[in-house]
């Protein structure tokens, strides 16, 4: 069942690239399926061990295999992607062809989370890129190109270090292959554990994103179509948390513990200077852009201190992110719809004549700034509840961050839907309405009852905290 769900959509996406006359209808019933399959996978699964698994050699000789499966960290994040592509791809007006390279790009995200090969991770991880280029390339503002070469240089620089790291993994290590199992059988000491650490280090630091290899992805989302769909897909591919966590850390655990009080210091650093930029900003898409940056900081620092509730928190607030940031860059496709202008000032006072637009806008703002009860909110307590058992002082630090959010995001909202009318605008459509009930119900969920996911991530991180002495 996994691997239909994985290659449904890159088949359905070649298929609308290939003739767009398949219509708009097609990606619908694509990325509904895939996403109904996901849910039918989320409620079956075991909820312990390694479900959906398939193994078969590609490269015998070398330890390279096909192998896939879901645990539940795996199947909480494959559920939040499968559900945000659905959503992107239904709100979303973008040209057919674009909906195609966003179901693409799906199955590279699904594949990162599946993968159990490390080998298999890399080609999944690095075949995301392509997609991303391809909309940004395409479909992109006037200085599309500049923004594709920055985000190019930053993710192929920083993958080499990585390739180098997954060779030296297994063979400094002694593993029989490129197997989870062996490789977790055989974890690398000493310097080589510093060494492979790092080279993992730069292709995740980029992917996460953390200071200072965040600066691709501000003028990423400031490029890209304006409709949201390609800014959804780009949060999908903040994926560095989930490569900490199932790859980097547990293979040289030696090497994450020399460097964690640095990698502690950059996570507080991230969360609390993205949000200083996201207050400087004067489009949404810098806003959410910054915010995301600044939320990942609070990710990571929680991921970074080696506790099995700061990797509860990091891994929910990767998910929660997922749905509540798609959301927002899905909205602002909304409002641009509207206004011509992403910009914050021109256009004020748009909840007098959209007052159902502006009732969605407040709740997604609120799940992004950590209102307890949304979708935020579980995830950034645990993430930071994880860190003061690490680094008081840098938990502090970073938890300004959540202060520093609720005064950018509810300025520029209220600037946007309660100053002074200056621009009256059509309230949702039918097709938006179902959008908005959706993503609250799913926002609502999150936030209101995390325990059906965090229960289920629970044990995964206590072993993960097993191996740097922490386990809780």
């Known amino acids: 069942m996994a691997d239909i769900a994985l290659f449904l959509p890159l088949l359905a996406g070649v298929s609308l690239v290939l003739w767009p006359g398949l219509g708009r209808p097609f990606a619908w019933v694509a990325s509904g399926g895939v996403f109904v399959l ?44 499968s559900f945000t592509v659905f959503l992107s791809v239904w709100v979303a007006k973008a040209p057919t062809r674009m909906l195609g390279y966003a179901l693409m790009m799906e199955t590279g995200l699904l594949g ?20 991303a280029l391809l909309m940004l390339g395409l479909y992109g503002g006037r200085e599309r190109m500049r923004a ?8 192929l620089v920083g993958s080499l270090p990585m390739l180098a790291a997954i060779l030296a993994a297994r063979f400094l290590g002694g ?17 080589a554990a510093s060494w492979v ?10 992917k996460t994103p953390l200071f200072p290899l965040h600066a691709w992805l501000p003028s990423f989302h400031q490029e890209n179509h304006p409709s949201g769909l390609a800014d959804a897909m780009g949060t999908l591919y903040k994926v560095g948390i989930f490569a900490f966590f199932r790859w980097a850390m547990p293979l040289a655990p030696e090497g994450f513990q020399g460097l964690q009080p640095l990698l502690l210091t950059l996570a507080a650093f991230t969360a609390i200077y993205a949000a200083w930029a996201a207050w400087g900003a004067k489009d949404w898409k810098n806003l959410l852009a910054y915010g995301g940056i600044s939320h990942m900081g609070l990710a990571a620092i929680g991921l970074f201190s080696g506790t099995s509730e700061g990797a509860v928190g990091a891994l929910f607030l990767l998910g929660a992110s997922f749905v509540y940031t798609g959301g927002m860059f899905l909205f602002t496709g909304l409002l641009y719809e509207r206004t011509g202008t992403l910009e914050i000032g021109p256009v004020r006072g748009l909840a007098k004549s959209a007052p159902a637009l502006a009732a969605l806008g407040m709740i997604l703002v609120m799940s992004m700034i950590g209102l ?6 579980p995830g950034e307590f645990m993430a930071l509840l994880g860190a003061y058992k690490a ?7 970073a938890f300004l961050s959540v202060i520093a959010a609720a005064a950018y995001a509810l300025t520029a909202y209220q600037k946007v839907f309660h100053e002074s009318e200056n621009r009256a605008v059509p309230d949702m459509t039918l097709q938006e309405w179902s959008f908005a009930v959706v993503i609250v119900a799913a926002i609502a969920l999150l936030g209101l009852y995390p325990k059906l996911f965090t229960q289920l991530l629970q044990p995964l991180a206590k072993a993960f905290a097993a191996l740097f002495g922490g386990a809780a």
Request: charged fraction near 5%; hydrophobic fraction near 60%.
């Open 197 to 206: 650490f790092l080279g993992f280090f730069f292709a995740l630091a980029v």
């Open 175 to 191: 593993a029989e292959s490129f197997l989870i199992g062996d490789l977790y059988n055989h974890p690398l000491k000493g310097v």
């Open 391 to 397: 680094s008081p002082w840098l938990t502090f630090v």
């Open 372 to 377: 307890p009860g949304l979708a935020g909110f």
């Open 112 to 131: 990162i989370f599946a993968a159990l090969d490390l080998v298999l991770f890399y080609v999944f991880f690095e075949f995301t890129l392509i997609p």
């Open 148 to 155: 594709l070469y920055t985000f190019a240089l930053f993710t």
């Open 38 to 81: 996901s849910l039918v996978m989320f409620f079956l699964h075991p909820k312990e061990g390694i479900a959906y698994l398939t193994q078969t050699p590609l490269l015998g000789p070398a330890g390279i295999y096909y192998a896939v499966g879901l645990d539940n960290a795996a199947m909480f994040l494959w559920l939040a992607v």
